[in-house]
């Protein structure tokens, strides 16, 4: 497998895992779902930063972006579950970072809010209006030396 693919299994797994463990019924998909229903997870985006370090030595630095929607609004209720969810997943990812492989680390490096994320990738709704939900973008990063 490849590098990028290693850190989306590895970001499905983290929020899998970390859902069960606190048993949160979250839908998590490798990538954009076809239909979105409260709470979900999905691996929105993957990139991948390469240093080379001399003529046989190549740092990999991939990244990949999850969404989390907690509702479909920003309502009291809502934030607090985002920040309950991000402070426990914060906490309990940190003391897994191998999950994309012994030789490469995985890490959130940073989380913001965004009251106002629209799917556009997905169709309009009845009265020809896009969704809007209250959701957390979380990045996370990896490091591997190849």
């Known amino acids: 497998m490849s590098l990028t693919t290693d850190m989306r299994a590895a970001a499905v797994t983290l929020l899998t895992d970390y859902a069960a463990s606190v048993d949160l019924k979250l839908q998590v998909y490798p990538g954009r779902p076809a239909s979105i229903f409260p709470p979900t ?32 609004f920003d309502s009291k209720e809502a934030a607090d579950q985002k920040d309950v969810f991000v402070d426990g997943f914060l906490a309990w990812q940190a003391t897994r970072f191998h999950q994309a492989g012994a030789n490469t680390l995985i890490a959130v490096v940073a989380t913001e809010d965004d009251p106002n994320y629209v799917p556009d990738w997905m169709p309009p709704n009845r009265e020809g209006k896009q969704s809007m939900y209250y959701a957390t973008l979380i990045q996370m990063e990896g490091l591997a030396l190849t």
């Open 41 to 72: 997870a999905f691996v929105d985006r993957a990139r991948e930063r390469i240093a080379y370090l001399g003529p046989t030595l190549m740092q990999r630095t991939p990244q990949v972006d999850v969404v989390v929607i907690h509702g479909i």
